[in-house]
Each structure stands twice: as C-alpha cells, then as structure tokens.
C-alpha cells in the first residue's frame, strides 16, 4: 500500500513590534533609519571626495617656530635620487655609507638620517651644515653602475610627476672602443633591461641601442659626458631616444603609436 505525503505550505506571520525613538540608542536609532535601497550617507562611504578645503591657522609664534625650523633643516639637509632607479631604503643607506661618507677625505660628512621619499626620493640630514655643503659639491656621485644626484632641499619638496617608461637608447657616432662599455654608459641614464648583442655590433659596425627603464622621460639628458679613452678629459656624446609616445621614427619617419609599433629588434 502507497503512502501518499500530501506537503502543505503554512504562511507564517511576523509581527514587528517597532521601538519609539526615545526606546533606542543613538546607535540603534541611526542603524535601524538606514534602508538598504537609500542612499548612504557620505559618513558611511570610504571613496567620498571632499571639494572643500579648509585652512589651518597657527599662532603666529607656532609659525615662527615652523619656520625657524625649515631654515635650519635648509641648511643641512639635502635631496637625493638615484638616476633610473626607485631602490628600497636599505639599498640607498648602503651606497650612501660606501660612497658618500669617507672619513679619510671628507671627515665633516657625517650623516643623522636617511629618510624615503616617493618616487625614489629621499632626503638626507646631514649633521652640520660644511658636511652637506661638501656632498652638495661631490654630486653626482658614483654609486656602482649608477649616478646619486643631490639637491637642495626644501620643505615641501614634490618629486616631479611622470610615469616610468621603457625607452630605446642610441649613442649616434659613439666610438667603437667604447662598444663593451654600454652598460656602464646607459645607466647613467636608466636601468638597462635589455641590449643589443655587442660581438654583432662591433662586427657589423651598427650603432648599439639598449632598452632601458626611465622613471621621468621629461628628465632624460640630450648628451653625456663621457671620460676619454685617454684617461684625461672628458667628451660630449649625443643621446637619441625611441618609443616615446608622439615621437617620429628615426627608421620609417611615420608618427610612432607609444612608440612601439615601428621599433625592430636588431
């Protein structure tokens, strides 16, 4: 014999018992006013922007003191980067340690603190002001394959806004001695992440072109100075560049597209 469940749906009835405002906590008052269909509250919202901007007054002693103070950081303080590089602060403490403080010629360097900026920006202080007036004359320093800059410093230093790039470097008329030296030459200018071959450059007498990383295209140098093989003096080298965006190809003279759609790979 089949037994036969017959399933009945029972409709359920809540009852809402709604509190007074006066029954509820501010907390709870605001929580149970809030419908999910309304707009929230910019209170509530993470991604508000706020037009409005609002000055801050200091007492005019506060102000004095303010600027007291960035006179005297002015003055042994400075600012510094690292051409073609954004590097971790450890990596900045490090080449300042080997190549900027050299007690044995330069004892007045002695350096307080290294502090990181945006952008591979940092700002050094300095524990009187001879020791970075003389750091101030020593730049660009050598720093491995790399150039440190300083500059002055200033109290509402902004890097400069610009987005790193990957640009083709040319050296036109470059001597060929200085072919097995590239790396050395480029990262004066960016970090090098690619090259051409140098055993097909040399062979074949092309002009050596290397990819490279730029932190600020309108920061780049239109030439170099570049020690002479003699090992006196020094000579002017004429830097070209591919890939930038709106840039005419050197190759084909047609307007580039981001500069990629006409450069070719030796």
Known sequence: METVVEVVEVEVMETVVEASPEDLS???FNSNNISSSSTPSPSLTSDISYPHSLPVIFPPDVLEQLRQN???LGKVSLIGHIAGETPPLDDIQ????????????YPQIQINQVFLLSQGYFSIEFSAQEGADIAFSLSP??????LMFLHAWTPNFSPPPGEASLLWVLFPDLPRIYYPYLEYIANTIGRVVWQSDKAT???????PKIRILVPDVRLLPGSLSIPLATGEGWFDQRVSYEGMSNQICSRCKNLTIAGEDVI???
């Open 26 to 28: 501010d907390e709870e």
């Open 70 to 72: 960035a006179v005297t």
């Open 141 to 146: 320093i050598q720093c491995d394959n790399h």
């Open 201 to 207: 450059n040399f062979q074949r007498g092309l002009p």
């Open 264 to 266: 070719v790979e030796e």
């Open 94 to 105: 490090t080449w300042i340690n080997t190549y900027l403080i050299n007690p044995n010629l």
